[in-house]
């Protein structure tokens, strides 16, 4: 059975009553520039410090990455290699579609196509369904199974999936300054 994210989002109103201000599903993001792979937006602050209280507050779901001292939420799903078609279409096009949906994530991304990239933030991530490899800069590789949670602290990385089915993950990214 493959997850469909939904969103319940809280609230207080003007009396200080916690309320449920929204709930429903999320649709996945797709590029295809990144094709077998749906990004889920759920939430995230601005940079800075973020509030709660009475006041509403909508979420910066982009640029895809948080600046220093914001966050994002999001789910990404990974199709397996093994079925993962190569990107089609024009370069220029699909580079401008991902800008678009996903502002910030090619910055990050390498050329050539490995995937490998190294990002200002600390991520909180956790394996929610099938299979994943994380790997690092050095080659080595490390499976990630339902349960298995990650702190990545701004390393050099790309993601797999060897498996034979959908993978999920759930990140929590937190915006970071690089020490020298």
Not at 8 to 37: C, F, K, N, Y
Not at 67 to 88: D, I, K, N
Not at 137 to 163: F, I, K, S, Y
């Amino acid at each position: 059975m493959t997850i469909q994210p939904r969103l319940v989002v809280t609230g207080r109103r003007p009396d200080d009553t916690s309320v449920v201000l929204s709930d429903g599903p999320v649709e996945p993001i797709t590029a295809g520039a990144i094709p077998g792979s749906e990004f889920y937006l759920l939430w995230g602050t601005d940079d800075g410090h973020p509030t709660v209280g009475n006041k509403p507050t909508e979420p910066k779901i982009l640029p895809f990455f948080a600046g220093l001292g914001g966050t994002r939420f999001l789910l990404a799903r990974y199709a397996p290699e093994s079925r993962t078609p190569e990107p089609a279409g024009d370069p220029a096009r699909l580079a401008d579609e991902m800008a678009e949906k996903l502002p910030g994530l090619a910055d990050v991304l390498e050329p050539g196509g490995s995937g490998m990239h190294t990002t200002d933030t600390l991520d909180y991530a956790i394996c929610l369904e099938g299979e994943l490899h994380l790997e690092l800069d050095d080659g080595a590789e490390v499976r990630l199974t339902p349960g298995t949670c990650v702190v990545q602290q701004g390393t050099r990385h790309t993601w797999h999936n060897r498996g034979d089915t959908p993978a999920l993950m759930c990140f929590v990214g937190i915006g970071a300054a690089r020490d020298a």
